[in-house]
């Protein structure tokens, strides 16, 4: 019974190996964002380790999230910088507008009003990194289908925000989730995106055998 559990087919031993590539993932990808940059690059490398190294359990987790992280550089960084923009531009709007509402009621309904149209950028920045992890975009069509993922699938899109606002400021006040819930994060997402993403791997499969 003890030689099953510590062998390496044992749940322990894998058990293990998943947190290790959680931790170590999430290290790289927290480390490669402190330059702000490869923020982008570094998300889309990072669900796609996830779902082929952690999910699937295939084996070259690590160099699997170097090649996409070069690979879709150029597209997922032009990507954040757009939707990463977009956001910036509604967060100081909010503020202003919000700043205003203590003696405008307008402005107070106007920062109301942005304050929910910053889902859309927020919520297509959920899909589009994972998105570019699994299907060949150019620049323009990956973020066209990522805004339109974005109100296609609103429940999830704001599943996916909700989540990500609450990790993000869970890991910004205590600072050690950093070192693991990005990969979790990851994982939480595949919940309500894999979904999705197979039923368009199912039709392009159906569509390429006729």
């Known amino acids: 019974m003890l030689k099953k559990i510590f062998s390496q087919e044992g749940f322990l031993w894998k058990g293990l190996n998943v947190l290790t590539d959680i931790v170590f993932l999430s290290t790289i990808w927290s ?17 796609d380790a996830v779902i082929h190294g952690i999910r699937r359990k295939e084996p070259v987790v ?18 954040s910088l757009l939707w990463g923009t977009l956001i910036l531009v509604c967060v ?23 304050y929910i149209v910053l889902i859309v950028p927020l919520g297509s920045a959920c ?9 060949t975009f150019d620049f323009v069509a990956l973020n066209k289908t990522a805004f339109r993922f974005c109100f296609a699938y609103l429940p999830r899109t704001l599943i996916l925000v909700l989540m990500t606002i609450e990790v993000l400021q869970w890991s910004l006040n205590a600072i050690y989730p950093f070192f693991f819930m990005p990969a979790v994060t990851m994982l939480l997402w595949s919940l309500f995106i894999e979904p999705i993403f197979k039923k368009y791997e199912e039709k392009n499969t159906v569509d390429a055998g006729r």
């Open 31 to 47: 480390m490669l964002c402190l330059l702000i940059i490869p923020i982008g690059p570094a998300t889309t490398a990072l669900y």
């Open 62 to 79: 690590y160099p699997r999230f170097l090649e996409t992280f070069k690979r879709e550089f150029k597209t997922a960084f032009l990507s």
């Open 92 to 114: 100081l709007t909010v503020r202003y507008l919000l700043a205003l509402g203590e003696t405008s009621r307008g402005a107070f309904a106007a920062g109301i009003a942005y």
């Open 127 to 135: 899909w589009v990194f994972p998105i570019l992890s699994r299907f």
